[in-house]
C-alpha cells in the first residue's frame, strides 16, 4: 500500500523521544499564518481538528493530518516528515530540542496515483 506520509529515520527517532516525555501525540501540516506551513506535533488531543482535516496516515504510530483544502494541493506527492536543527513552529513539541520537524514532497508515479485512487482518504 502506497504511503501518503512517512517519515525520515531521524524524524522517527525524535518522535519516540518525544512520545517517552509526552505521551500520546499527534501532527498537522500547518497551512500557513503563524508558524508558515510545517508540520507541528501536539499532545494527542491538543488541536482540535476541524470537519475538513483528513488524516493521511501515521508517522512513527503517530497520527498525520492536514486541512483537505490544503491536501489537494499536496495530494500528487509523498509528504516525508524530516527533523533538521533549528527553530520550527513555536508551539510544536520539538522546538526545545534546538530542533524542527520539516515537510519534504516526493512525486508519486502513475501508478501510485492509481492505487490511492482506489483507496481514497
Known amino acids: 500500500?502506497?504511503?501518503?506520509?512517512?517519515?525520515?529515520e531521524k524524524a522517527l527517532t525524535l518522535i519516540a523521544r518525544l512520545k517517552e516525555e509526552h505521551g500520546p501525540l499527534m501532527f498537522h501540516q500547518s497551512g500557513g499564518c503563524c508558524?508558515?506551513?510545517?508540520?507541528?506535533?501536539?499532545?494527542?488531543?491538543e488541536l482540535m481538528?476541524?470537519?475538513q482535516d483528513v488524516k493521511l496516515g501515521e508517522i512513527g504510530g503517530v497520527g498525520f493530518y492536514m486541512n483537505k483544502k490544503q491536501y489537494d494541493y499536496w495530494k500528487?506527492?509523498?509528504i516525508i516528515i524530516d527533523v533538521v536543527d533549528g527553530?520550527?513552529?513555536?508551539?510544536?513539541?520539538e522546538g526545545?530540542?534546538?530542533k524542527r520537524f520539516l515537510s519534504r514532497a516526493s512525486a508519486f508515479s502513475e501508478e501510485?496515483?492509481?492505487?490511492l485512487l482506489?483507496?481514497?482518504l
Open 35 to 45: 508558524d508558515g506551513s510545517s508540520p507541528m506535533c501536539y499532545p494527542d488531543g
Open 118 to 120: 482506489e483507496n481514497p
Open 112 to 115: 501510485d496515483i492509481k492505487e
Open 87 to 93: 527553530r520550527g513552529g513555536m508551539f510544536s513539541l
Open 96 to 98: 526545545k530540542e534546538g
Open 1 to 8: 500500500m502506497v504511503e501518503r506520509v512517512k517519515a525520515t
Open 76 to 78: 500528487h506527492t509523498q
Open 49 to 51: 481538528l476541524g470537519s
